[in-house]
């Protein structure tokens, strides 16, 4: 199960990031998928302060993709 989530995990993250860096929203939703994975790892581990920064950096992931769509949608005006 642990390599099953890892795996998805790095596969996530490296297509998160490709995405993003072409200027692609679904980079956002991958990235998410592989913050979520690491928090679920490290939530079997009993590791809370870990699970608490994937938290944080999911709020950030999110706010981050809601500023580049309200930037985007700024553009088309």
Known sequence: MVILI???????????????????KAGFIYYTISLLC???????QKNWLLVLQMLVLIC???????????DEKRERI
């Open 38 to 44: 690491q928090a679920i790892l490290f939530a079997f």
């Open 60 to 70: 950030s992931n999110m706010y981050v993709f809601w500023k580049w769509r309200k």
């Open 6 to 24: 890892s795996s998805i995990s790095i596969i996530t993250t490296i297509i998160g990031l490709y995405y993003v860096s072409e200027k692609l």
